[in-house]
């Protein structure tokens, strides 16, 4: 069955960095568009950004451009998302997903 394996989360200051890695298991990784999903503390699920399969086209909420790199790695089966110059709004639990699959996700706060 499809298995989501989120981590890299914790804690940062305001203007840090953190790489987020979702491992995947139990379908063909490099046929699948992925995406990052968050959830601020009592607020609902917010995208983030997709990276699509073969085209490798990548798309991401405004809130993040420039600031978020998404990427992936077939061979390895690993989703990543690179965050740059995090703000305390980008406190969230981020998700990897794939269709209606979610892993377990991962905390990330900004906090000084």
């Known amino acids: 069955q499809v298995q989501l394996v989120e981590s890299g989360g914790g804690l940062v200051q305001p203007g840090g960095s953190l790489r987020l890695s979702c491992a995947a298991s139990?379908?063909?990784?490099?046929?699948?568009?992925m995406s990052w999903v968050r959830q601020a503390p009592g607020k609902g699920l917010e995208w983030v950004s997709d990276i699509n399969s073969g085209d490798g086209y990548i798309y991401y909420a405004d809130c993040v451009k420039g600031l978020f790199t998404i990427s992936r790695d077939n061979a390895k089966n690993t989703l990543y998302l690179q965050m740059n110059s995090l703000k305390p709004e980008d406190t969230a639990v981020y998700y990897c997903?794939?269709?209606?699959?979610w892993g377990q996700g991962t905390q990330v706060t900004v906090s000084s």
């Open positions: 997903n794939i269709g209606g699959n």
């Open positions: 139990g379908f063909t990784f490099s046929s699948y568009a």
